[in-house]
């Protein structure tokens, strides 16, 4: 009989959204009329734009033509799309042909794993979103060094303490403090991985969150970033393509092993190998979203959960709560002094009916919080808030 992988047994088991599922059921069992309202899962609610629907339904009937059919594109994804990216996220910072369109930023980054192996050694904030270490851990890798992220350095990690390391994982807006990095934070990052030749792996999945003006947006607005930085980026929570599957990656040219070698040409043989190239649909879809009106829609779509999660934040803060995130981020990260995360959780569904996510769940550090998501249709969030307004935690 074949054994298991032993890395995938050192995995812990998909904890957090199967107990959050087991608590709900049971209360359910016991308060069936209960109206739950669900803040917990961060997946979108609001419908895709008719200009990208327009978009799927144009390309969906070509492909049933002769003259329309498409089969495989190329594996990086459609040309026009890779320039388009690289024209409307990064000012033409990087070129198209740093830019490899996928099938979303978590799949990204199981492949961007393979691509390093299981001899690195990296650094991942904590708490954090759990791919970072679950992937690492598949990969065989073992040394992971927890990086602390609290109210108290601004949620983003004391690189002054950290050993050198191969990769640093930083989330920025963050899952799920919510915190978006300054200038100054990614200069030190930057600073960081150039003294220790690392590489830092940004996830940008939320940058089209950002509205501050002097934030960056992404991680090659800092000098020499195109050095030691890969950045990841998604349609998901922009436009509303969590279903649809599109996002994708910029390797830089200039980004270079020890010896020399491209880490880009690395990454173009392993995405190659294991990856056909994102759905033309959803990459045609992509196309719209970049055009002037796509993209006048999709910030309508974002300023939609920014405010339902300006709603949550004023109410939690009136109700004496200390509440990070929630201005640059889809996510708000509430303290609640001196009781557990789960605690916290029990006492919001049986009170108030609403599904939170326990803040330990992201990782140690993450204990005292709650997690709330401001995914949620209008009608949904006033409720909830009219519901915190009568309870006490
Ligand atoms: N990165 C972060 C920080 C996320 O929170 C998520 C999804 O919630 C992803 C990546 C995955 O995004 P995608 O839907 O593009 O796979």
Same mark, same amino acid.
């Given at each position: 009989?074949?054994?298991?992988? %032993? ?31 669900? /803040?917990?899962?961060? *997946?979108?609610t609001q419908p895709i734009s008719s200009t990208v629907v327009d978009a799927f339904v144009g390309i969906s009937k070509n492909l049933g033509t002769p003259e329309g059919y498409i089969g495989y594109g190329p594996e ?23 830019? #490899? ?5 978590? !799949? ?6 393979? /691509?390093? &192996? ?7 904030? *904590? ?21 602390? !992220? ?5 949620? #983003? ?5 950290? *050993?050198?390391?191969?990769?640093i994982y930083i989330c920025s807006p963050n899952n799920p403090t919510g915190a978006a990095c300054t200038y100054s934070q990614l200069e030190k990052l930057v600073a960081y991985a150039k003294k220790n030749h690392s590489?830092?792996?940004? *996830? ?22 195109? =050095?030691?930085?890969? $950045? ?8 509303? #393509?969590? &279903? ?17 070698? +491209?880490?880009? =040409? ?7 190998? /294991? ?37 949550? %934040? ?10 990070? &995130? ?14 557990? +995360?789960?605690?916290?959780?029990? =006492? /919001?569904? $049986? ?20 997690? #709330? +998501?401001?995914?949620?249709?209008? =009608? ?8 915190? %307004? %009568?309870?006490?935690?």
């Amino acid at each position: 009989m074949i054994k298991r992988n %032993k890395q995938v047994a050192k995995l812990k088991s998909g904890y957090l959204f199967p107990e959050i599922n087991k608590r709900k059921q049971n209360f359910l069992i016991n308060n069936p009329e209960a109206k739950l309202i669900s /803040l917990g899962i961060g *997946d979108t609610t609001q419908p895709i734009s008719s200009t990208v629907v327009d978009a799927f339904v144009g390309i969906s009937k070509n492909l049933g033509t002769p003259e329309g059919y498409i089969g495989y594109g190329p594996e990086q994804g459609i040309e026009l799309l890779r320039q388009k990216i690289a024209n409307t996220f990064y000012k033409n910072l990087v070129n198209s042909e740093e830019i #490899f369109v996928s099938d979303g930023a978590k !799949c990204d980054i199981g492949r961007l794993q393979v /691509l390093f &192996g299981g001899e690195v050694s990296v650094a991942i904030q *904590d708490p954090a979103y759990p791919v970072y270490i679950d992937g690492s851990i598949i990969q065989g890798i073992d040394k992971i060094h927890m990086m602390s !992220c609290s109210f108290e350095n601004g949620f #983003f990690p004391d690189l002054n303490v950290l *050993d050198r390391v191969d990769l640093i994982y930083i989330c920025s807006p963050n899952n799920p403090t919510g915190a978006a990095c300054t200038y100054s934070q990614l200069e030190k990052l930057v600073a960081y991985a150039k003294k220790n030749h690392s590489i830092i792996i940004f *996830d940008a999945a939320y940058a089209g969150y950002i509205k501050g003006p002097n934030l960056p947006k992404t991680i090659y607005e800092i000098k020499g970033a195109e =050095e030691v930085a890969i $950045e990841i980026g998604s349609f998901s929570k922009l436009a509303g #393509f969590t &279903g649809i599957r599109l996002g994708w990656m910029v390797v830089p040219e200039a980004l270079k092993y020890e010896n020399g070698f +491209s880490v880009k =040409e690395d990454w173009n043989r392993i995405a190659t190998t /294991l990856f056909n190239g994102a759905s033309i649909i959803a990459q045609y879809g992509g196309l719209a979203v970049l055009e002037e009106k796509g993209l006048k829609e999709v910030e309508k779509l974002v300023d939609f959960y920014l405010e339902n999660a300006r709603f949550l %934040k004023t109410t939690l803060e009136q109700m004496g709560y200390e509440v990070f &995130g929630g201005i640059n981020a889809p996510y708000l990260w509430v303290h609640f002094p001196g009781k557990n +995360s789960w605690e916290v959780f029990q =006492e /919001l569904l $049986e009170k108030a009916h609403i599904i939170t996510t326990p803040g330990s769940g992201f990782g140690p550090a993450g204990e005292g919080f709650v997690r #709330f +998501s401001a995914y949620g249709k209008r =009608e949904d969030i006033l409720l909830a808030i009219e519901r915190l %307004k %009568k309870i006490k935690i």
